[in-house]
Nanobody, 115 residues
Framework: QVQLVESGGGLVQPGGSLRLSCVAS????????MYWIRQAPGKGLEWISS????????LYADSVKGRFTMSRDNAKNTLYLQMNNLKPADTARYYC????????RGQGTQVTVSS
């Protein structure tokens, strides 16, 4: 059974950092393109980053480029999203997913950036 379980969210002040984790089961993350997406209150799903299967190269949305870093631990079958210099506009529920549209995603973890 394919499952994605995110964790690591919370309340953080502007300028702060968080690291999100996504533990996968039922498939191997290194064999799939994987994605982080988010949904802000009252808005649709937004793709924010991808990691490739073969060489692990990453892609980012302009809104997070230079602040967020996506990575993968193949031994743990886990994805990470390091988020630095967080802004109130980053407040959202964050999901890891097997597709950029978020059809196959986990339950998400809430990130709130507020002073």
């Amino acid at each position: 059974q394919v499952q994605l379980v995110e964790s690591g969210g919370g309340l953080v002040q502007p300028g702060g950092s968080l690291r999100l984790s996504c533990v996968a089961s039922g498939f191997t993350v290194s064999n799939s393109w994987m994605y982080w997406i988010r949904q802000a209150p009252g808005k649709g799903l937004e793709w924010i980053s991808s990691i490739a299967t073969s060489d692990g190269r990453t892609l980012y949305a302009d809104s997070v480029k230079g602040r967020f870093t996506m990575s993968r631990d193949n031994a743990k079958n886990t994805l990470y999203l390091q988020m630095n210099n967080l802004k109130p506009a980053d407040t959202a529920r964050y999901y890891c997913a097997r597709d950029p549209g978020g059809i196959n995603r986990g339950q998400g973890t809430q990130v709130t950036v507020s002073s």
